[in-house]
């Protein structure tokens, strides 16, 4: 079972947001379903001013997310972020002086005391990265295992908005479309961070991740970028990772004397190669390494998946 809590509030009476319902509509849109259409996160979508979202009702809902024993446990949340002496909080509608909205607090004591197997802290809020570092030193500060948290900004930071919606979960909701997949098509809390640091500039708002987990989980899968059937040949054409196979103008299907046995092989190989797993020896193209009856070998990449696969955990 894997459920996500998704929330984004424009609603501030005195201080009106325009992007975070954009924000939120887009992160659950992603989080639905995988690449395939397969069903994914059981979520639950909270968005002002279509619903009422006040302190009492987003701390029942968050309890309700980490209640229970589900595989993932998912929480999003995009408005207003708040720091004072006492730490951060996300901002409810209903914020006033001295009861600003939820604590970070609050939200990391039950995300650790949660029994989910995986538990996922997404912020897009002004001083998100105060979450997980409690401004008192209470007891419990750290993240309990299985838990991870990534945020929009350090704790000292504005999160940024550009056309109506959140840079940081802009980012995100492309990471998650697939442009942090890797080549299997799985989309980890890791992958996703290492997409938004890279994306942005040494200038721009930074993201922060936390982590306390053995695993990464998957958050969500895309069609893979080369089937697991091709990937595991890896360990039949190349025996020893430091092999290298020779070819011939008999493996391109376009050359005067194609062998129909090899080249299915070969196919294989441009794909291996399209990857980044496989490189040509002495040409910069298979095609031509075909036709020149040169060779190729794996990548420092193929070598590391050619393990996995002789490993048996692939």
């Known amino acids: 079972m894997r459920k996500a809590l998704v929330v984004g ?21 992603v989080l639905t379903a995988h690449g395939d259409g397969s069903p994914n996160f059981d979520v639950k979508l909270l968005t002002s001013p279509t619903e009422t979202i006040d302190r009492a009702a987003l701390r029942a809902a968050i309890e309700a997310l980490f209640s229970g024993e589900p595989d993932v446990a998912l929480f999003y949340f995009s408005g207003h972020g708040f720091l004072k002496s006492t730490g951060g909080y996300i901002v409810t509608s209903d914020f006033r002086k001295y009861d600003e909205g939820v604590s ?3 939200i990391l004591s039950i995300a650790n005391q949660s029994k ?3 538990k996922i802290v997404v912020l897009d809020c002004c001083h998100s990265g105060a979450f997980g570092s409690p401004a008192l030193g209470l007891a419990g500060a750290q993240l309990s295992e299985g838990l991870t948290v990534l945020t929009a900004s350090r704790d000292s930071e504005s999160a940024l908005e550009v056309n109506g919606c959140g840079i940081f979960t802009s980012l995100v909701v492309d990471a998650l479309q697939g442009g942090a997949a890797d080549l299997r098509g799985h989309v980890t809390p890791g992958s996703v961070y290492s997409y938004v640091d890279q994306a942005l500039g040494a200038w721009d708002q930074r993201p922060i991740f936390k982590t306390n987990v053995t695993r990464f989980t998957s958050l969500r899968a895309i069609p893979p970028r080369v089937f697991s059937t091709t990937l595991r040949k890896l360990c039949t054409y190349f025996r020893a990772p430091q092999d290298i196979f020779a070819l011939g103008p008999e493996y391109e299907d376009t050359s005067p004397t194609p062998d129909p046995a090899k080249v299915p092989i070969f ?3 441009q794909k291996l190669f399209s990857v980044g797993l496989v490189i040509p020896v002495d040409e910069e193209f298979m095609y031509y390494a075909a036709m020149n009856s040169k060779s190729c070998k794996l990548t420092a990449l193929g070598y590391h998946y050619w393990r996995l696969i002789h490993e048996k955990r692939i």
Do not use: F
């Open 9 to 29: 509030i424009n609603n501030y009476p005195s201080a009106p947001l325009m992007g975070c319902v954009n924000d939120a509509n887009a992160i659950a849109n």
């Open 104 to 106: 970070m607090d609050e």
């Open 267 to 269: 196919k294989d190989l």
């Open 116 to 118: 989910s197997k995986d």
